[in-house]
T-cell receptor
Framework: EAQVTQNPRYLITVTGKKLTVTCSQN?????MSWYRQDPGLGLRQIYY???????DKGDVPEGYKVSRKEKRNFPLILESPSPNQTSLYFC?????????????FGSGTRLTVV | AQSVTQLDSQVPVFEEAPVELRCNYSSSVSVYLFWYVQYPNQGLQLLLK????STLVKGINGFEAEFNKSQTSFHLRKPSVHISDTAEYFCAVTPDSNYQLIWGAGTKLIIKP
């Protein structure tokens, strides 16, 4: 089944403790992206990647890092989480090949930083 | 740059009544348009998308949307809503030149019994 897998689904952590949220897709998509969702703000892009070793900042990159060492994986790293990073996070992948303009989303990671 | 405006943050409607959720966008380039639904405590599900062709697009769960280029709108409609349609609905656009996905702030559909 074509899918984007995010882990963990839920995470509670303390301020300053480094964490990684994993994202993996099995569709050979070149494009991957991370979003955060906050009430009343919709989804805002954190980082995106056009291909292996190609990443770029989105609208709200501060406090986050990403890497794209393999095409299928795009982890989101919070080196020193702070309470304002409490949010719902989504990973997505996409491909424009064969006229497909869809985006596939992971199930989301609800992060709470205390 | 592109932007998306969802004009209503909440839309209350009685069960079995029709509903329209409004979405306007601005863009200087051609765009593709999407509607996503997020049920309570769940992820994002694609309702429908407009890429080209007929401006009336039919999606899942009885929803449809009409692309109006002159009014830069992509309103979502359903002729008769059910309690199960209670969710938040997001409009999004992507320019044909890149992968960026620009989101509206969302509209919560509240179904009154």
């Amino acid at each position: 089944e074509a899918q984007v897998t995010q882990n963990p689904r839920y995470l509670i952590t303390v301020t300053g403790k480094k964490l990684t949220v994993t994202c993996s897709q099995n569709m050979n998509h070149e494009y991957m992206s991370w979003y955060r969702q906050d009430p009343g703000l919709g989804l805002r892009q954190i980082y995106y990647s056009m291909n292996v070793e190609v990443t770029d900042k989105g609208d709200v990159p501060e406090g986050y890092k990403v890497s794209r060492k393999e095409k299928r994986n795009f982890p989101l790293i919070l080196e020193s989480p702070s309470p304002n990073q409490t949010s719902l996070y989504f990973c997505a992948s996409s491909s424009r090949g064969q006229g497909n303009y869809g985006y596939t989303f992971g199930s989301g990671t609800r992060l709470t930083v205390v | 740059a592109q932007s998306v405006t969802q004009l209503d943050s909440q839309v209350p409607v009685f069960e079995e009544a029709p509903v329209e959720l409004r979405c306007n966008y601005s863009s200087s380039v051609s765009v593709y348009l999407f509607w996503y639904v997020q049920y309570p405590n769940q992820g994002l599900q694609l309702l429908l998308k407009y890429l080209s062709g007929s401006t009336l697009v039919k999606g899942i769960n009885g929803f449809e949307a009409e692309f109006n280029k002159s009014q830069t709108s992509f309103h979502l409609r359903k002729p008769s809503v059910h309690i199960s349609d209670t969710a938040e609905y997001f409009c999004a656009v992507t320019p044909d030149s890149n992968y960026q996905l620009i989101w509206g702030a969302g509209t919560k559909l509240i179904i009154k019994p």
